[in-house]
């Protein structure tokens, strides 16, 4: 089994910065991909995404260029680096993992953190 837990989220005006962490135990050698989501007010829609070992990198459209995914190898902690912070980015943000695929799709991950708050002032 795998557990994420979330961390770093909190109140930022726009415009400011915020570094979420993911710290990642159990077994971990079976990992393949790692995301991140965020529920908003109507529906929980992709973020980020990287291979556990490295490799691809994925991003929304609307986060491109102000956020950036990456990971801790030696502490498994997986980070999200979000810049130029909008009120639209206000969710609860979202650590997830799987076994099998690297993915955009909710459906397709099969572990997930508890989430961690982000709300955006203007």
């Known amino acids: 089994q795998v557990q994420l837990v979330e961390s770093g989220g909190g109140l930022v005006q726009a415009g400011g910065s915020l570094r979420l962490s993911c710290d990642v135990s159990?077994?971990?050698?079976?990992?393949?991909?790692v995301a991140w989501f965020r529920q908003g007010p109507r529906t929980r829609e992709f973020v980020a995404d990287m291979?556990?070992?490295?490799?691809?990198?994925d991003y929304l459209d609307s986060v491109n260029g102000r956020f950036t995914i990456s990971r801790d190898n030696t502490q498994n902690t997986v980070y999200l680096q979000m810049d130029s912070l909008k009120p639209e980015d206000t969710a609860v943000y979202y650590c997830?993992?799987?076994?099998?695929?690297?993915?955009?799709?909710?459906?397709?991950?099969?572990?997930w953190g508890q989430g961690t708050q982000v709300t955006v002032s203007s």
């Open positions: 997830a993992a799987d076994t099998y695929r690297i993915s955009r799709g909710v459906d397709n991950y099969a572990y």
């Open positions: 159990g077994r971990t050698d079976s990992l393949f991909a």
């Open positions: 291979g556990w070992s490295g490799g691809r990198i």
